[in-house]
């Protein structure tokens, strides 16, 4: 959500603004000069760099790890869905829509 809410006040696409934080955080790991191997670089943002990553996350089907639904309500104002904990007063508690 913070992603978010940051690339709408800024205008921008959520995607394009966390692809860009990432580029940033990058450049500014390596200008601190950290010895670190990039090729083992993990970014959940990125589908490419968890494709490989079955044994982190483990094999849902299984029943290993629990999910939760998250009930969610779309905004076609905001073009957004909305967790229940992020709706005020019955509206988007952005827009205010209902």
Do not use: F
Not at 26 to 43: F, N, T, V
Not at 50 to 75: C, F, N, Q, Y
């Amino acid at each position: 959500m913070p992603a978010e809410n940051a690339a709408l006040a800024h205008g921008t696409h959520p995607a394009t603004w966390t692809y860009e934080n990432i580029d940033y955080m990058r450049q500014q790991l390596k200008s601190l000069g950290y010895s670190y191997d990039w090729s083992r670089e993990l970014a959940t943002a990125i589908p490419s760099t968890t494709a490989g990553a079955d044994g982190l996350h483990g094999d849902v089907s299984s029943g290993a790890w629990p999910i939760r639904k998250i009930a969610g309500e779309l905004v076609r104002h905001c073009q957004t869905v909305l967790a229940n904990e992020q709706v005020e007063e019955g509206g988007c508690w952005r827009c205010h829509s209902r």
